[in-house]
């Protein structure tokens, strides 16, 4: 069972199963935009790729527990779960939208949201995580669609990428077991299905700017998208 | 259920068109299941995939939630990056919430531990205009008050705690075998049927399912704990015409286990649950601990 500690100050971070500040060796750091490998992870299916997570559900039933709270409008469990999960959203609106003013307003959109939502989360619905997440990246999207164009976008996406790709591997929520268990299904990928989701999930690209990005055709794509994330869910044990 | 070769066995394997209209005509709506999670469609298409799903049969229906929510917990699973938020963000987000919830929250302070076992909070009878933070956010707010709340519930229930309306949506007919003239499987299997899930403040949750061409619900608790000693759980009509509640019977501690059927729901607004004492009240004494709008 993990213990989480919940430190208010603004450097506050959460400690899920290790160490914060505990660093995991960087697959990406010299690889390209597109880098999602570990060198020593062998691409066969791997049997413990496929058993669920621990740590998420030690999270999620935490962020779950907190949701109930805000829908009653506890400020002292909104502020938890801010620290708990503000990272997240706001890393993945970096992604997005690079620019980090528009990215603070987007995670600030995305808190309120959750502020005012909380009592429509349904637990049978999903993951309180994958609820956020869901959230953060329409929010995302839709801002970074009316703001830049997407030519903008993909050039933007390309610059940044090496800057900021670490995320397959996650400190804050999640565990080194999960992030392993993730790089190992992205392996199982093929180049071209990683490559298409994440322009559409991190470029915030529509699956037909993905096609003109990569030059390929556009149902091509969409089944790049459908199948990459079908095998993902698959070898993570989504169900 | 979402296997590759369960989908494909009808069709070509990855035979999608170059647009959304022609994917969605030819049969291929669950297909966009992942390309829909992923947010990779545009406005226009997103709302043509939304309307087709809309009168779509339920089970296309189903199958095709059911893959979103798998793609969106395989992101939010995969997809982790992190950075750390500007100093100060929580503190300016803290200042902006709107002010309706801490007025309606007294006892709830920053910096308090909450207490362990929750009070149950008022809902305010109507939501001061005005305070929101940005427009789009303060419409859709509203708007959704005035979906969830008609008139006549605003008065009596003011003691829901976490009452959270769940996404109605289609359940699988065949889920449930039984005789067919029992008024609690005739719900259960209508075609119509809709079943959404609300919390119980104090535990568990209620699940209700809504038949509109049966006229009637049928409430099942799950993991709600036994009413104290002397008290019982009521179930109430809320009337849509704002007229006072009507009773609709118990659920003792025994009772509680099994599903209860409430007929005449059509004009009814919403269905309430409060903790009565032994032998029930002729209106509610107590704020609900349960609230599942009926929105027929």
């Given at each position: 069972m993990n213990t989480v500690q919940v430190d208010r100050r603004p450097a506050g971070r959460i400690a899920v199963g290790h160490a914060p500040g505990a660093s995991f060796p960087d697959p990406c750091s010299t690889a390209g935009t597109l880098c999602l490998k570990v060198?020593?992870?062998?691409?066969?299916?791997?049997?413990?790729?496929?058993?669920p997570p621990g740590a998420p559900a030690d999270v999620n039933r935490r962020l779950g527990g907190l949701l109930e709270q805000i829908a009653r409008g506890d400020q002292t469990a909104f502020a938890e779960f801010y620290e708990l999960t503000s990272r997240r959203v706001f890393g993945m609106a970096r992604r997005v939208l690079i620019d980090v003013e528009l990215s603070e307003d987007t995670t600030q959109e995305v808190f309120l949201q959750v502020w005012q939502n909380a009592s429509k989360f349904n637990p049978d619905a999903g993951s309180p995580l994958a609820w956020l997440m869901t959230i953060s990246h329409r929010r995302a999207v839709d801002k970074v669609r009316s703001s830049q164009s997407s030519t903008d976008r993909e050039a933007k996406y390309g610059a940044s990428s090496q800057d900021i790709d670490h995320d397959s591997v996650s400190d804050e929520v999640g565990s080194r077991l999960e992030a392993e268990a993730v790089v190992r299904c992205l392996e199982t990928l093929t180049d071209t299905q990683q490559e298409s989701v994440r322009l559409a999930y991190y470029g915030g690209l529509t699956y037909r700017e993905v096609a003109e990005k990569l030059n390929a055709a556009v149902p091509t794509i969409k089944s790049r998208i459908r199948d990459g994330l079908i095998r993902l869910k698959t070898c993570l044990g989504v169900s | 259920m979402t296997d590759m070769n369960a989908q494909n066995n009808s069709r070509v394997p990855g035979g999608f068109a170059t647009d959304i209209a022609t994917d969605l005509a030819s049969g291929r709506a669950a297909d966009l299941a992942e390309v829909y999670a992923l947010n990779a469609v545009d406005d226009a298409e997103r709302a043509a995939i939304e309307a087709y799903l809309a009168s779509a049969p339920a089970a296309e229906h189903a199958a095709f939630d059911d893959r979103v929510r798998q793609a969106r917990e395989t992101l939010a699973t995969s997809f982790t990056a992190e950075e750390e938020p500007p100093a100060g963000l929580l503190d300016r987000i803290m200042a902006s919430l709107p002010a309706r919830d801490l007025a309606a929250a007294?006892?709830?302070?920053?910096g308090q531990e909450p207490a362990a076992v929750p009070p149950v909070v008022a809902r305010p009878v109507r939501e001061p205009s005005g305070?929101?933070?940005t427009d789009d956010l303060g419409a859709a707010r509203k708007r959704r008050d005035e979906r969830r709340r008609p008139q006549g519930m605003r008065n009596w229930l003011v003691g829901v705690a976490a009452a959270a309306i769940i996404a109605l949506g289609g359940v699988g007919v065949g889920a449930y075998v039984a005789n067919q003239n029992d008024p609690l499987n005739q719900v259960l299997q209508a075609g119509d049927v809709k079943q959404a899930t609300v919390n119980v403040a104090g535990g568990g949750t209620a699940t209700v399912s809504l038949s509109t061409s049966r006229d009637a619900i049928v409430v099942k608790m799950n993991d709600v704990p036994a009413p104290p000693p002397g008290k019982v759980y009521q179930m109430w009509l809320i009337p849509k015409d704002g007229s006072a509640p009507v009773s609709q019977g118990l659920m003792d501690a025994e009772a509680l286990s099994k599903p209860a059927v409430v007929k005449?729901?059509?004009?009814?607004?919403a269905l309430g649950i409060t903790v009565e004492p032994t032998?029930?009240?002729?209106?509610?004494?107590?704020?609900?601990?349960a609230e599942a709008p009926l929105g027929a």
């Open positions: 060198m020593e992870t062998p691409n066969a299916p791997n049997p413990e790729a496929a058993a | 007294p006892g709830v302070h920053p305070l929101s933070v005449g729901v059509s004009t009814a607004a032998g029930g009240s002729a209106s509610p004494t107590t704020p609900a601990v």
